[in-house]
């Protein structure tokens, strides 16, 4: 009974179940412990929870290895948890996204252990065997996501199988009509049992091009671009899925295209295709990677990272796609330590972040922890690291030549586990994340940054997130706005503007920690005239200085006005 498109003026927070809330003692986050948080959640004016994986799962990708999608893993707790946690959303006029990965399966899945006990079995076909090639090694030179070859060897019936990502997690072959099928049960399942949507795991990998070509290195360098994204039947099966499932549900679906384009991201989400709602395209996160290479360092280029911001706000727009926002995610370092100043600048680096990317179009993301201001940990040694990519790759650096420290220290700036450590909840006893021995370590900083602490203070940044999650309810401007940019490759400053036939939003922001007086340039300054009234919304200082043709902005400050 939603009206459709929703979603369009919804703000999305994304669970980490695992290092969300631990009820058990355990040491790792559970379903309950995210029910037991619904009003914190609520607290922000969220309207969509993103639960990640707490299907059974060996843990060897933290969830992202499925071994059986229809229960709940006994370490997250039971199905019963899980239909209460959605009863106490619904409660609260809240919506439950659940994450779907159907690329691959754990290689403890029963398909996969049917598949590989002969080649004959019915399961067989539900993934992708191939003979050796000539000289016995791998069908094709193409690399894991983690690291090695994307090929594993089956000693028991002699052929290769695929695995893009650990060597546990065997992607499944989608050409087979069958594994759609299972496809459509199980997603069917979940929205039967009252999700509102789904975020589909790497689902532009899919479709693989069945000759399974040599990667030549023709293909641009990059993360994850030598996967082949976009493969040639991969619109063509989410229109399926969409048909059979998101559409008769009246789902909210978000695709993750780790490496894509976006005339695909055009064809993904414009509603006439009837495919996803939204997708996220990782372009913005990769400008501090040299020559698209995530395991080599540089200092992330601004003027690149303002263009993308740019180019894709006025693409999708014109094509009719729809962008999933966000700063932050679980495989990704925190963008307030990566981005700006996670020290002496800190609040008002967080808050930066949050109004420069809730000004743009499109449904914005607040994965756990951002909206507290947590930073990237400090590091001490490599045995408290968890991520499989990150251990992989601490060794095939070394083997690449580098020294121990050099590889340690490429890990510690790029490793996912930066974005994995327990939710900072109070500054009682392991920031009252678990009573028990935690599955990764705790930021001992959870004395000074802790969410009830910003619960109760007003300006903190918490209450920032949520003003700006209040405005999307009440601006139409920021949903249906156009957008152009103010900033004219400022080398500090990014600001643009968002109109509609009502009103002007301005964004200004400044990216350093140097004090800069902005010119706005003539161009706009002519609509400052016309107007018959300026506000300023929002602020992340106690400045508050008006909309003019030149404006004194603080070290990191961000301000947002609205011109009628
Ligand atoms: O991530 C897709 C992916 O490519 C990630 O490895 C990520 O984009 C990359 O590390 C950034 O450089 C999804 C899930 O979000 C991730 O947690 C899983 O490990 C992966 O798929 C496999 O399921």
New binding site residues.
Partial sequence: NLPRDWWRTSTVYQVYPKSFKDTTGSGTGDIRGVTEKLDYIKGLGIDIVWLQPVYVSPQN??G?DVADYYNIDPAFGTMEDFDELVRELKRRDMHLMIDI?V??SSTEHRWFKEAKSSRNNPYRDYYIWRDPAADGGPPNNWQS?FGGSAWQYDEGTGQYFLTL?DKT?ADLNWENDKVRQEVVDLLTFWAKKGVSGFRM??INLISKEQSFPMDDGSVPPG??RRFYTDGPRVHEYVKELNAKVFAPYNLVTVG?M?STTMEHCIRYSNPNEHEFSMTFN?HHLKVDYPNGQ?WELKPYDFEELKQLFSDWQVGMQQGGGWNALFWN????PRALTRFTDDGEYREESAKLLATTLHGLQGTPYVYQGEEIGMPDPKWNDISEFRDI?SLNMYEILMQRGKTPDEAAHIVRVRS?DNSRLPMLWDDSDQAGFTTGTPWIKIDERYPLINAKSQVEDPESIYHHYRRLIELRKKLPVLTDGTYERLDEGHPRVYAYARKNAEQILVVISNFSREEVQFELPGRFTANLSAAHSKELLLGNTKDTPDLAASIKLPPYGSYMWVVN
């Fill in positions: 990708d933290n992202y990965v690329n691959h996501k990502f997690q795991d790497v993360d994850g993750e780790s990782f995530k995610n679980h495989d990704q990519e996912r």
